[in-house]
Structure formats: structure tokens, C-alpha cells
């Protein structure tokens, strides 16, 4: 199937306004007979299913969680972008579209980029409205602060909690049209598989997490909100449940999977402690505005202090080796999230890392306690002082902080149009879930932006173009024979994994493809070291189908029985992100090909991979087949990032 | 530093079943160890003698997503301030020590299984009218209505409630005062909130009896508990609403 | 008055009756230590004779007695409604806990302070009450009378003087004056709470106030019974 992403004609500056004017709409009578699934209760998933059941339609939202409040999107720290200019700094919608794609690393569709960026501007005016506390100046208007190395202050906050506040409001939004009657909310019920009809999305099977029952739901259209995969590492800022399933048993009823390999690596999280480590802590990135990243110069130091023979403060100035000023000048400690997630990781490679386990570099902030008062990094730095002192024990501002990188957010995801349908007609992915806004690399404080702007702003609109073909469909009856075969597929799963009775559990699988992950599919990747993965993770998920042991019953309530299944996915898709790796031989944003570089810097390669790799499900055994969808730069002039 | 540990763990297979305290005893211990990663390795240890692991809520694991509960030697989120289960660590803890871990316990939250507990009860009570009423595409712009900075920041603080249920859990009464007075003070505090105030403090406490809590005596255990230090000044807040929509406002209850 | 019941039987609502009744009997409180406060004029009782003499007859104040009844059996009744209510609220309760971590043992304790007070409270009013008012009626002994001016008064101050002879009764007010003590400090500010008054600049200053008049109330109800029992008083 040829790729056809949609994009309406026109000026860029004029698509989206055109596309609204022309969209067909659906009257409300008939909205009150489509019912559309929402998979997912994150800022995408929250806002979407409110939105649409404020136009009329009929919602049923579905959430593993005990509450929709609980997506893991509430996590999120630093701020949401808006070109609103407030700050009179120049800001304008064009400048946020192109500092996203040039973000992106020039690997993002400049028509959604646009259309986000236009529809920012809304979502601040909207949370505004549902009450969402955001961070005011004295007189009562809104503040903004620069984040991320942008040159305008347009990020919004509410303090170091914005997701979180973003989310509630979302969240009162859907809980307000539950109350109406006009969502129905699922709870604890895990989405295991989609149904398709003659080759439309039809509904899905859903297993009730409280008493592991199976359930299929019908909806005239299907809209996965369920993140992104980081969790495929094991260790990442994701929440524990964060999983691929909803998005994986898409890929395995027909649509495509875009860009996998593109992994956020984030710098600045408080290293592996030990083996017992079940997820990494972010601190804001803002850290890096004051304090100093060094490790030793030799390794003897380093190891010195990894067995606990010297302190850091034992080493004299001239045996450190600040390396991120020493090979980037002009930005310094303030280089990309990739740039120093990747010279971290070569320092420990170097055998220069410290810390226990050697996988941490110090971030020192003895300089700028001396330049402006300790009273001053407190009140700039407080809370994440005390959150770092509260994890560790150590007192950063007597010891120099540990700090490593970690996974953090996945650029990649189901393919989707302009209309963020995916290659299954009926199938929408929104949020992380998609593959659309980011390109290779995501800015800081546009994750939420991107969310809310699907939820609240585009999938109103676009969902129409299809809906509005749909108006003579009836609710097809669950006894269906797709929706039989469906839930007879997962029930056998399910059953299989149960039956096993291996002997190793569930997470000691996790670990071994998180770390195989990590090792080759990390912050710097070659094309043995892919090849050599892809292997790997064959064999494991070979083992893991004949040795995983899962305890209890299907039938009840079974964490072991939800972790497993969430695994078996991870465990394809993680070979899915190896294929993609490798065939994308240059270096861009999110994916560091250590054979493409030049003096250290990623080297892209425009002529030959400027385009999205979707990609399409062939069976399990057998190679995916990769679809080109070219991207085709009108507006901007494709630049190479330099930092030094 | 590692410690031994003795655990009693709540454990009942289903809602219906009949619950227990069971003891397990578990070595090296690492004192950098999270709360929840101890229990993740004591479930390790149980899955490896096929023995079912213990189920227990959880999911971001940094303290903001509200998930984590378990009421730790006597206290809802253990024995430290200011802090949720999963930011507790076993550094709080000495080597030798018997821990207790029993699940939240309230009429309004019943056991699903060992430690998790079912507070679907908090989301009712928002869907009652813990919201504005703005449908998406009304607003005007953010800026048109200046807040007081005071009052955007009281919000702010009210609205950093994670709806863990730890003020539940804490209360003698298993009083829902905190959570709801945190959220009917979020948006009473704002100008948006003000055309619903009324409707939303009845509705809200309306909710609140009928899903069982109990009332509010002001111990103010639930703000001492509480993982975000949300005030009672918020409980306060809610009674001046509820009284004023009760006896001051011509508002009828439904 | 569908509202009005629905407000009533609220859970807010119940404690707003749990304040307002309190607050009153707050105001009872002073009045009643302000009058036997009389005694430590150590004039013989005159003062006090005359004091309880005028509040035993004028018209409002009696009045007011049966508000006051009213208000203290509703004060009753109310907290036992609740009390039983927010034992509902945890059908089953934790094997392990520790409140002393989180709150005071009197703002848990309010129940059962009550009820020792309550229990003080009958046989205070078998002391007193019921044989200045119920006197000659019901089988109970009439006071003496005594003669203040040109009036003859029912000689209350004997029956004090009397009554705290014993170092039984003496125990038992000091008790429920203690008791009393606890309910207040915590009660004092909980009804301000329960009506809505949680101000920065405010609260402390209830909050001292109230701890302040608890102590002071109950001193003085306290030195009562001891100073007759010591013989300061005569």
C-alpha cells in the first residue's frame, strides 16, 4: 500500500485553516450514533475523549491505570510551548513550527509541525479556561520562561508540576462528560487487541484488570492515546506500566510503525543505584544552567573513587576533565540533550565514569555556590536539591551531584496522516503514540504541547472526514465473528503464557532486553552491534516463550499475567527498533550511528534518509517491509546543527 | 549497606475473600533501595518458589502520579513526611526491624486484592462536579482575565493533590474532607471556577457521603500525611463554600 | 425545606451543628464560671446567693436554660450520630497503627472526653441543679433559704459548701474539669474551622485564644471544689 499522508494543498501558512473550512462535518443527530473508542487517558487520550463527547459523540475511554488521572503524562515537569508572544520577544507561530523541525533534525512533516504550532496557542487558552494554575507575574498575567536552549520565553508552567496540572485539567474535562453520561470510563482495563471489519477498525478486546475478564467493545472509529515505548529499556523515566501493547497489536493488524529507532536519551537523571533499580529519575534539565559536568582525568582517580578511596572533592583541579566545555566551546555545559547524553556515555566508557557502578558523571555546582551564594542555588535549584538528596542521601551542595542518561521519550510510533489516521482506515494514534511532530529529536516542552493540540484541537476536526462516511454504519454486535477471532487470539495468548512455567520470571526478561537494548540500541549505535542485537533479541524472546514463568490464573487479578504480556510485545518490538536502526545509515536526532559522524557530530545524511520509515507488520518470523513516505522541506532550508 | 527484614503483608486473594497477615522474611536489604523495589524483590523471591507475588498499586514511581499506597507500620505512605510510597527508601528503615504493610482502609475504598484498593470513588466525586464547565473552543484568550497572584499560587497549591487517598487512609474517620476540599478550593480560588461554585460544593459533598466517607473531625492527621502538604486551610475553604451555597445562596441541592 | 434537610443531614452539615452548639456552650461556659467565680469574694456567699438568685428567677435567663438544654442534647445526640457514622466510614480497621505521628490524642479523643464529661455532667446536675430547681418537687429535698437584703434566696452556697466535703467529689470534678479542659482546647478552634474561619493572620490568634480559655475556664472550675474542700473558702 502506497503511503498517503494527506496534506492539504496550499500554503503552509493556509492548510490548516482551508482543511477546516472544507472537512466534511457530521450533524449532531448523527454524532449521537458513533461511538468512538479512546484507548488511552493521557493528555491526548483525556482530551480527545472529552472534546468528542462535548461534540456529541459517543465515548467509551479506556485506561489500565485505577484512574484516568494517572497517565503517566502527569510526570512531566518543565512547561508547555505556545507561540503566544506574550513576552513580546519576537515569538510568532512560524518561529516555534521552525525551531521544532529544526529540532526535529529536519526528519518532522512541516504540515503537522505548522499545525501544531498554530493550534499552541489555543490549548494555553483553553487550560486557562478549566483552571489550570499556571505560573502568574505579579499583576496577574501570565509568566513564561526559555526552556530548552530556545531563544523566546514561551514555555507555560505550573511550578515543576505543569503534566501534572495539565492533565487534571484534561482530566476534569472527561470526568465532567462521564458525569453527562456522555463517556463511558473504563478503568483497569488493558486494551489487548484491535478488531477490524473489512478492513476498517471496528472496536477492540479489552481485559478487565480486576477480574481478568475479556471484553469487546465496539466504536465506529478507534483512537489509541497510549504513549510511548521507552519501557522497552527496562529502565526509563516511563512510568512502570507505560507499554507497546496497544500500539504493537495495531502494527499486527496492518498499521505501519513510524521511525522506531528514534529514542530521547535525557542527560541529566541520578544514576543506577543498583540491581534491584526498577526505573530512572529525571531532574530538570534547567540544572545544567549552573552546574558543571566533569569526570577525572585519569582513570586511576576514577577508580579511586569508585572503590571509595578518594571523594571527588579530592581531585585537584587540573585532574578534572570538564569535558563538555572542553569540546564544545561556545555552548558548553549547555550543549543538546543528545550531544551530552552521548559524551557522558563515551567518558564512562573511557573508564572515567564514577560512582558504584561507574555509570555516573559529576555535576558540580562548587563554582557557581561560590560565584553567587549557596542562598542562591537554593532558591533556584531547591526542590530538585533536596529530591536528588532525598533519592541518593548525598547533599549536592557539598558533593558534587551524580548524573547519567536515560531514556526518556520515543519519537517513533504508528504512522499516521495529517489527519492522524493510521494506514488502518478508522485507526487513530494520537500523542507519543504517533510518530508525527518530532522528527528525530523532540524539543523540551512539547510533549504536552503536542498531546493537548491532537486531543483538543485536531482530532475534532479530522475525524469528521472519516465519520462522515460512516453515518449508515450500525453498531456491529459484538458476536461478530472478527470480534470472536480477536478475542479468541488473546485469550490463547494469554493462556500460553500462563501455561509455560518456565523458570525465570517476567522481569528478569525485561532486564535482559533492556539491557541488550541499551548496550546496542542506546545512545550510540553501530551496524554490527545492530546486527549482533537483532540476534540477541531473537534468541531471548525465543527463551522467553519457552521459560518465562507466570504465576496465577488469567481469570483475577494478575500483575505477574499484565507485565508478561506487556514483555512479549516489547520483546518484537525491540527487534522492529534494531531493523529500523540499522537501515537508517546516517545520524540524526534521537539516533546516533556511531559510523556516521564527523569530528564527533552527527552527520545526517539529506540526500539519501530524508524521509519516515513506516513500517509494516509480515509476521513475527519474517522481515517487516519498509514503506518511504519522502519529506518534502517547501518551507524551511534543511540546516546541520553545530554546537562547538 | 544491606539490613534484614522481617514483613506482615496483607493478603487476600479477591475482594470477597477473607484477608491475612502473612510474615516473610527477606535479606540484604540495600538501604538505597526504594520501598517499592524492596517489594518487587521480595515478588521476585516469590515467583521463584511459584508462589503468588504480592499485588500492590504503582506507577510512575516519582511521587506525582497518585498510584502507590500501603499503609506502612501505621502510616499511610510509611513513616515519612511529605513523601508517597514509592519516594520512601529503605534507609528509613533498621536492620532487624518488622514492617507492616496493610492495604488503605476505608468503606469508600475496598480491597481488590492484597494491597490495592479500588478509590474509583475520587473520580465520582470529580465527575460530580470537581470541574469547569469549558468545552473545548470557548475560551477566550489566557491573558483576558488577570488572577491575583496570591490566590493563583493558593490554587496552585491546592491543586497539587495527586488523589492517592493517603488523607483517607490517615483520617479516624476515613474523611474525604482533604481531597475534596483541595479540589473545590483549586477552582473556587480562580475566576473561572466562580460561576459553578455553588452547584459544585454541594454536588461535590453530596458525592462525598454517598460513597461512604466519614466527616471531618480537624484531627488534621490528613494534612500530616499527606504526600503533596496540601492545608486544611482547604477544608475550611470547603465549609465557607458548602455553607454559603447551603444556607446563603437560593442554589437548590439536587 | 427539603434543602434544609439535605443540609442537616450532610456530613458538613451535622458538624456545623456540632460547632454552633459548641460555641454556645462555650458561651454558657463563661457565664456560669463567671457566677460561681462569686464564691472567691469569700464573702460568705452573699455575692454569690445574690448572682445565682438573679439567674435562677429573671425570666430570659430562664428562657435561655432550656435553649441551652436543648443545645447541649443536640450537642449529645450529634456526636454520637456521627461518631457512630465515621465508624461506618472503616468497617475494618488497621492491625498496625500510629496516630500519635500525625495528629493530637484529644482531637481523636473527642468522643470519649465527651462522654466522661457527660458522665460528670449528670452527677453535677444531681448536685446542683436538680435540687435548686426541682427542690420539693419529686421526692427531692428543698434547699434552705437565706436572707439577702429583703429577699429570701435559696442558699446555693451552702449546698456547694456541702456537697465538696467530700474527697470523693472532689476527685470527680477535677476529673471532668480535665476532661472538659482537652474537649476544649481542641473544640475551641475545630468550631471555628467547621464555620469556614482559616485565615494566616487569624487562626493562631483563635488558636492561643482557645488553648488560653480552656485552661483559665478550667482552673477556675477546678480551684472551685478544691479551695471549699481546703477550707480557703468558707
Known amino acids: 500500500m502506497a503511503l498517503d499522508s494527506k496534506i492539504p494543498a496550499g500554503d503552509l501558512q493556509q492548510k490548516w485553516e482551508d482543511y477546516k473550512n472544507h472537512v466534511k462535518l457530521v450533524n449532531p443527530s448523527n454524532k449521537r450514533k458513533l461511538e468512538i473508542i479512546v484507548v488511552g487517558t493521557g493528555l491526548a487520550g483525556s482530551s480527545a475523549a472529552a472534546t468528542l463527547a462535548e461534540l456529541g459523540y459517543k465515548v467509551k475511554a479506556f485506561c489500565y491505570q485505577d484512574s484516568p488521572r494517572r497517565a503517566h503524562s502527569i510526570a512531566a515537569q518543565g512547561g508547555i510551548n505556545a507561540a503566544k508572544n506574550y513576552k513580546n520577544d519576537g515569538d510568532s507561530v512560524y518561529r516555534l513550527f521552525y525551531d521544532t523541525i529544526k529540532g526535529g533534525d529536519f526528519r518532522a512533516r512541516e504540515a503537522n509541525v505548522y499545525r501544531l504550532a498554530e493550534v499552541s496557542v489555543n490549548i494555553i487558552d483553553q487550560c486557562v479556561a478549566q483552571g489550570v494554575p499556571f505560573a502568574r507575574e505579579y499583576g496577574g498575567l501570565l509568566d513564561n520562561r526559555s526552556f530548552g536552549g530556545a531563544q523566546v520565553s514561551r514555555t507555560f508552567y505550573a511550578r515543576g508540576q505543569t503534566g501534572q496540572q495539565l492533565l487534571i485539567g484534561a482530566y476534569q474535562a472527561l470526568e465532567r462528560q462521564i458525569g453527562l453520561g456522555n463517556v463511558q470510563m473504563y478503568s483497569r482495563h488493558e486494551m489487548l487487541d484491535v478488531v477490524t471489519i473489512d478492513g476498517k477498525a471496528r472496536g477492540i478486546i479489552a481485559r478487565d484488570l480486576v477480574t481478568g475478564k475479556l471484553e469487546r467493545h465496539f466504536g465506529h472509529a478507534v483512537l489509541l492515546c497510549t504513549g510511548g515505548y521507552g519501557n522497552v529499556f527496562f529502565l526509563s523515566t516511563n512510568a512502570m506500566g507505560c507499554n507497546v501493547t496497544a500500539a504493537w497489536k495495531a502494527y499486527k493488524r496492518g498499521a505501519y510503525f513510524g521511525n522506531p529507532c528514534y529514542t530521547q536519551i535525557h542527560p541529566t537523571c541520578i544514576p543506577v543505584s543498583g540491581e534491584y533499580q526498577s526505573k530512572l529519575t529525571l531532574m530538570s534539565e534547567s540544572l545544567r544552567n549552573d552546574g558543571r559536568v566533569w569526570v577525572p582525568k585519569t582513570q586511576e582517580d576514577a577508580k579511586a573513587i569508585r572503590e571509595g578511596r578518594k571523594k571527588p572533592t579530592d581531585i585537584a583541579e587540573d585532574a578534572r576533565d570538564y569535558y563538555l566545555e572542553r569540546k564544545y566551546p561556545s555552548y558548553g555545559n549547555l550543549a543538546p540533550r543528545d550531544i551530552s547524553s552521548r559524551a557522558a556515555k563515551e567518558a564512562c566508557d573511557d573508564g572515567r565514569g564514577v560512582g558504584e557502578s561507574g555509570l555516573a558523571v559529576y555535576l558540580d555546582f562548587a563554582d557557581a555556590i561560590k560565584r553567587l551564594g549557596k542562598h542562591v542555588i537554593e532558591e533556584r535549584y531547591g526542590n530538585l536539591f533536596d529530591m536528588y538528596s532525598h533519592i541518593t542521601a548525598e547533599d549536592p551542595y557539598s558533593v558534587p551531584m551524580r548524573i547519567y542518561p536515560a531514556v526518556h521519550y520515543t519519537m517513533g510510533g504508528l504512522w499516521v496522516d495529517y489527519d492522524l489516521m493510521t494506514t488502518v482506515p478508522g485507526l487513530y494514534a494520537l500523542g507519543e503514540a504517533n510518530f508525527s511532530d518530532h522528527g528525530a529529536n523532540r524539543l523540551g516542552a512539547s510533549a504536552l504541547m503536542q498531546g493537548l493540540a491532537d486531543g483538543y484541537f485536531v482530532i475534532p476536526y479530522t475525524i469528521g472526514a472519516y465519520l462522515s462516511g460512516e453515518i449508515f454504519t450500525k453498531a456491529i454486535p459484538t458476536d461478530h465473528p472478527a470480534f470472536v477471532e480477536a478475542e479468541n487470539h488473546v485469550q490463547t495468548t494469554l493462556n500460553n503464557l500462563l501455561s509455560i512455567q518456565g523458570t525465570k520470571s517476567v522481569d528478569q526478561y525485561h532486564k535482559e532486553l533492556g539491557k541488550i537494548m541499551w548496550d546496542y540500541c542506546g545512545m550510540a549505535r553501530t551496524a554490527e552491534g545492530l546486527t549482533k542485537a537483532r540476534d540477541m533479541v531473537r534468541k531471548l524472546r525465543a527463551e522467553f516463550w519457552q521459560n518465562v514463568r507466570v504465576t496465577g490464573k488469567a481469570d483475577e487479578l494478575n500483575q505477574d499475567l499484565e507485565k508478561a504480556q506487556r514483555v512479549a510485545d516489547f520483546m518484537e518490538l525491540g527487534e522492529l527498533m534494531i531493523v529500523d536502526a540499522l537501515e537508517r545509515n546516517e545520524s540524526c536526532g534521537g539516533h546516533f550511528r556511531v559510523e556516521f559522524q564527523e569530528e564527533g557530530e552527527a552527520k545526517r545524511n539529506d540526500d539519501t534518509y530524508a524521509y519516515v520509515a513506516a513500517w509494516e507488520f509480515k509476521g513475527i518470523e519474517n522481515n517487516p517491509v519498509m514503506h518511504k513516505e519522502e519529506l518534502k522541506f517547501e518551507e524551511v532550508k534543511l540546516a546541520t546543527r553545530s554546537y562547538k | 549497606m544491606t539490613m534484614n527484614i522481617k514483613l506482615r503483608i496483607w493478603r487476600q486473594a479477591n475482594a470477597q475473600a477473607e484477608g491475612k497477615l502473612v510474615e516473610y522474611q527477606l535479606n540484604d536489604v540495600s538501604a538505597n533501595m526504594s520501598f517499592l523495589e524492596m517489594m518487587d524483590v521480595l515478588n521476585e523471591q516469590l515467583i521463584s518458589k511459584g508462589e503468588a507475588p504480592v499485588a500492590f498499586d504503582h506507577d510512575c514511581r516519582e511521587g506525582i502520579c497518585g498510584t502507590c499506597s500501603m499503609y506502612i507500620n501505621g502510616r499511610a505512605h510509611g513513616p515519612q513526611k511529605l513523601s508517597t510510597t514509592c519516594q520512601l527508601y529503605m534507609r528509613n528503615f533498621t536492620d532487624g526491624e518488622t514492617i507492616t504493610i496493610e492495604p488503605f482502609r476505608a468503606k469508600g475504598f475496598p480491597v481488590l486484592k492484597d494491597l490495592c484498593v479500588d478509590r474509583s470513588a475520587f473520580d465520582r466525586i470529580i465527575a460530580a462536579g470537581g470541574y469547569i464547565s469549558a468545552s473545548t473552543g470557548q475560551a477566550q484568550d489566557a491573558n483576558a482575565i488577570p488572577v491575583e497572584k496570591a490566590a493563583a499560587d493558593s490554587a496552585m497549591d491546592a491543586a497539587a493533590c495527586i488523589g492517592c487517598g493517603a488523607c483517607v487512609a490517615a483520617c479516624k474517620n476515613a474523611s474525604a474532607m482533604l481531597f475534596v476540599s483541595a479540589k473545590v478550593s483549586h477552582l473556587a480560588l480562580l475566576p473561572q471556577g466562580h460561576p459553578e461554585r455553588k452547584k459544585r460544593a454541594l454536588a461535590m459533598v453530596a458525592q462525598m457521603d454517598a460513597e461512604g466517607f466519614g466527616s471531618c473531625t480537624n484531627t488534621y492527621a490528613c494534612e500530616a500525611e499527606c504526600p503533596k502538604g496540601i492545608s486544611v486551610a482547604n477544608i475550611a475553604r470547603l465549609n465557607r463554600e458548602f455553607l454559603n451555597a447551603s444556607l446563603i445562596s437560593e442554589e437548590m441541592p439536587k | ?234
Open chain 3, 1 to 234: 425545606m427539603s434543602w434544609m434537610n439535605t443540609f442537616l443531614t450532610s456530613s458538613i452539615g451535622r458538624k456545623l451543628v456540632m460547632s454552633v452548639t459548641g460555641l454556645f456552650l462555650i458561651t454558657f461556659l463563661i457565664v456560669h464560671c463567671t457566677i460561681n467565680s462569686m464564691i472567691f469574694f469569700n464573702d460568705g456567699g452573699e455575692a454569690f446567693n445574690k448572682a445565682a438568685h438573679f439567674m435562677g428567677t429573671n425570666i430570659l435567663i430562664r428562657t435561655m436554660e432550656i435553649v441551652l438544654f436543648a443545645g447541649l442534647i443536640l450537642h449529645i445526640v450529634q456526636a454520637y450520630m456521627l461518631a457512630a457514622k465515621n465508624r461506618q466510614a472503616r468497617p475494618q480497621g488497621y492491625a498496625v497503627s500510629n496516630p500519635g505521628a500525625n495528629s493530637k490524642w484529644y482531637s481523636r479523643s473527642m468522643t470519649l472526653l465527651g462522654t466522661l464529661i457527660l458522665m460528670f455532667l449528670v452527677l453535677h446536675i444531681s448536685h446542683f441543679w436538680s435540687n435548686s430547681r426541682l427542690g420539693g418537687m419529686m421526692g427531692i429535698a428543698p434547699l434552705e433559704e437565706v436572707q439577702i437584703g429583703d429577699k429570701e434566696v435559696l442558699n446555693l452556697y451552702q449546698d456547694m459548701m456541702v456537697t465538696f466535703q467530700s474527697p470523693f467529689v472532689i476527685v470527680i470534678y477535677v476529673l471532668g474539669v480535665i476532661s472538659l479542659c482537652w474537649h476544649l482546647i481542641h473544640g475551641f478552634q475545630s468550631a471555628f474551622q467547621t464555620l469556614g474561619v482559616n485565615h494566616k493572620k487569624y487562626t493562631p490568634v483563635i488558636k492561643n485564644i482557645g488553648i488560653g480559655f480552656s485552661i483559665l475556664i478550667c482552673l477556675l472550675f477546678a480551684l472551685m471544689p478544691v479551695s471549699i474542700y481546703a477550707g480557703w473558702i468558707c
